[in-house]
């Protein structure tokens, strides 16, 4: 199932769907999650901690110095509020307040057509200082890459990882190719008939005289 998912992601964005890929890209922790932590009764918990450990490490930019700031990056707590903004709301907003704030002030989604080799730009972190002596933290993340990541640390922990994808538990049916080998049905004809029965018992009228 989650190949699948994967497969209709980048078909979506294909076709330019940045919403409907971003959308089914951030069930993806959701997923992973469950399988990596099946103890864990907190869908937050399980979504952050697979986040974290899978791809907020290379998520997080270095510090070259101690006083420097720690910048804004796309971390477990970040990509869940996010996640539970677009899914719920159909909202792409980071949850300021709550009980667990979101340290962005400025949060910018960047949507870009395809490029050759995958190469995605737009992106970018700061921490300014107002005027006031306010810290501003911003963001900006490229929808393409956020999915293409996902989409690529999931589906490398799936392969490595069937066995603990167990919990599915019904049945996909390709209906075309169930009807594939069927003759096929004429609906107008059917339709027509539907509409005049007459026609039906000139048909069997005509058969009665043949025989």
């Given at each position: 199932?989650?190949?699948?998912?994967i497969d209709?992601?980048?078909?979506?964005?294909?076709?330019d769907?940045?919403?409907a890929?971003?959308?089914?890209?951030?069930?993806?922790?959701?997923?992973c999650?469950?399988?990596?932590?099946?103890?864990?009764?907190?869908?937050?918990?399980?979504?952050?901690?697979?986040?974290?450990?899978?791809?907020?490490?290379?998520?997080?930019?270095?510090?070259?110095?101690?006083?420097?700031?720690?910048?804004?990056?796309l971390?477990?707590?970040?990509?869940?509020?996010?996640?539970c903004?677009?899914?719920?709301?159909?909202?792409?907003?980071?949850?300021?307040?709550?009980?667990?704030?979101?340290?962005?002030?400025?949060?910018?989604?960047?949507?870009?057509?395809?490029?050759?080799?995958?190469?995605?730009?737009?992106?970018g972190?700061?921490?300014?200082?107002?005027?006031?002596?306010?810290?501003?933290?911003?963001?900006?993340?490229?929808?393409?890459?956020?999915?293409?990541?996902?989409?690529?640390?999931?589906?490398g922990?799936?392969?490595?990882n069937?066995?603990?994808?167990d919990?599915?538990?019904?049945?996909l049916?390709?209906?075309?190719?169930?009807?594939?080998?069927?003759?096929?049905?004429n609906?107008?004809?059917?339709?027509?008939?539907l509409?005049?029965?007459?026609?039906?018992?000139?048909?069997?009228?005509?058969?009665?005289?043949?025989?």
């Open positions: 199932m989650i190949l699948r998912i209709e992601i980048e078909k979506a964005l294909n076709h769907l940045y919403f890929a971003l959308n089914l890209a951030l069930t993806l922790p959701d997923i999650g469950k399988a990596e932590y099946p103890s864990l009764r907190s869908t937050r918990e399980r979504y952050i901690q697979w986040y974290d450990k899978i791809v907020g490490v290379t998520e997080k930019p270095p510090k070259c110095t101690e006083d420097e700031p720690e910048m804004p990056y971390s477990g707590e970040v990509v869940y509020s996010l996640r903004s677009l899914l719920h709301e159909g909202n792409p907003n980071l949850q300021k307040n709550g009980k667990h704030p979101i340290p962005i002030d400025r949060f910018s989604l960047v949507i870009q057509s395809e490029q050759p080799f995958r190469i995605y730009g737009g992106e972190s700061s921490v300014m200082t107002s005027s006031d002596g306010t810290e501003v933290r911003s963001y900006r993340v490229n929808v393409r890459r956020l999915c293409m990541v996902l989409c690529l640390c999931a589906k922990y799936y392969k490595e069937k066995e603990k994808f919990f599915y538990n019904y049945e049916i390709d209906w075309d190719e169930v009807t594939a080998s069927l003759h096929p049905i609906m107008e004809e059917m339709f027509r008939k509409a005049d029965p007459s026609l039906s018992e000139n048909e069997h009228s005509g058969e009665s005289a043949d025989e």
